[in-house]
Structures are given as C-alpha cells and as structure tokens.
C-alpha cells in the first residue's frame, strides 16, 4: 500500500503487470460561487465552481432547471466546465443557477446560487441634471438677493443723510 494507492505486482515468464487501485474520494466542492452574486447589464462575470474527488466529478451548470450548454456568445463554459462567464449581461441572465459535480459511483453534489442582473443607470449624468438642476437656480437667487441686499443698503443710505443734516438745521 503507498497512500491512497494499492498496489499488486504479478510476474509471468510472458509478462509483467501491475494493477493499481485508488481509493473513491466522494465528490466536493473545493471552490463555488457566493449564494447571491450581483451583475450589472453589460458587465462579464466568471462564476467558479471546482469539484474534486476521485474519480474527479463530471461538472454541469443550469440556469432555471435548464442545462446550460456552451453554445452562446453571452454564456461560455470554461475548462471541464468548471467556470461559467457571462459576457455582456442582460436582464435575461438574472435567475437561478446550479452546478452539479457527478460521478457514477457517488451522489450529485450541488451549489446553487441566484443571479441578479441590475440595470445600469447614468448616475453621473443623473447627478450632473441634478446639480445644475439646483445650483443654478441657487447662483441666480444669491445673486439676485445680494443686489437687493446693495440697493436697499444704498437707498437707506441716502435716506439717513439728509436726515441727519436736517435735525442739525433745526438746532440752528
């Protein structure tokens, strides 16, 4: 025995053979995706799910119970179908998505996790509309109130003058 190896040797005068056993290793997942990813329309993603076990697991993905197969220019599967890229996202790709790691001899394993698919907003324009939106107006109105603010100081100004020089008269 050399580690999860067994090992049987037979010598003929015809041939040598050698049988090696290994030891099943049922499925798991060494790596899969967080529970509740987030996507925005016209981002690309990669979603992991890396199985392991002996014999390594046959890896699949679904979207919505459906298979997903590697036959579009928006989703691709990866190496032994262990990755999943989304390119260019749409709304369309928000639902639910399992990966099953199989073997003959052992159970399914699953993980699933659901996609949500936002859509992208201009919030740089947005904020933009909203600053000019309130900030000229605002501008305007200090503006505005400043020249008011001069000519009523200007106006008493020259209202308090002449009163002045009026009372001194008077005293006269």
Known sequence: MTGNRYLCGCNSKTSDVTLTVLELISPFWAQHVESK?????????????????QPLPNVMWFKDNK???????????????????????TLEDSGSYSCVGMTRRSPPIYSNFTLTVT??????????????????????????????????????????????????????
């Open 37 to 53: 990813p987030n996507m925005t329309v016209g981002d690309t993603e990669t979603f992991t799910c890396q199985a392991g076990g």
């Open 67 to 89: 298979r997903t197969l590697n036959d579009s220019t928006t989703v691709v599967l990866g190496r032994n179908n262990h990755s999943l890229t989304i390119y260019k996202a």
């Open 119 to 172: 859509a992208r907003t201009a919030k740089l324009k947005n904020v933009r509309i909203v600053m000019i939106a309130v900030l000229v107006p605002a501008v305007i109105f200090i503006v505005i109130a400043t020249i008011v603010c001069v000519i009523r100081q200007r106006r008493q100004t020259r209202e308090e003058v002449p009163l002045e020089r009026l009372s001194t008269n008077k005293n006269l």
